[in-house]
């Protein structure tokens, strides 16, 4: 249960304003927050506030966590999170941060049913049961340039993703009919994406996004804010649903990118 003194102290991060050279900070580490409409901006300022005294910055693999560090994850993951009612990612605890890509071991069964390890080199990961990990060389170069990739946004998308316990692709939604139009809008891009693919054809989703529709959503969130017009032309359903539900309209507003 969130307790009362916990609530307090919440309420009051989310009233207080970063300090002007915190907020120069955060808009040179973070350029989308900056283009944030001034109507959302103390608003994100307090959840950025919240992030960051209620979530661990934890270093690995030798790096520090410098404070550059922690308003750029913050400041990017508060974005998904300035819709009514958030929740502020109540199920993650630590961001851990690695100077570059990590090496991550999944086991993998084969037919035979022999568990096999397999490495993969990865710029971030969320996990289920409470943390986030990213490669601050990715982060640094991907917060910084608009090219349609930013793994802060997509990893802490999988965190809202895993939120209902399935990581299917589907956040925790306001309603049943967001939900359903959700659902269908979802469904129909995932299958027009794999057979763009599948023709050869040029597409705005990567061949990542077409391997679940986990991946896909969090694709989605990333392109959402980095080419907001461009999905809105070509993936009208999902950029409208996205849009009811971030409570966001980047493609509209001239102040974000697009």
Known sequence: MFGFGRGRRRRALLETPLPDDRRARMHEVAPLTKRLPAALRARHEGIVQVLLA????????????????????????????????ADYYPGLHSIVVYPEAFVVAHERPDDDGLVHLDEDELSGESWGHGAVVLAWDDVHRESKRRDGYNVVLHEFAHQLDDQTGEGDGTPVLPDRDLAARW????????EEHARRLKRRREVLFDEDAAESPAEFFATAVELFFEYPREMKREFGAVYTVMSAWLELDPAGDATLPG
């Open 183 to 190: 659902r269908t809008a979802f469904q129909a891009a995932f």
């Open 54 to 85: 209620e979530k661990r910055f934890e270093g690995a693999g030798g790096l520090e966590v410098t404070e550059d560090m922690r308003l750029a994850i913050a400041g990017q993951a508060a974005l998904l999170q300035l819709r009514a009612g």
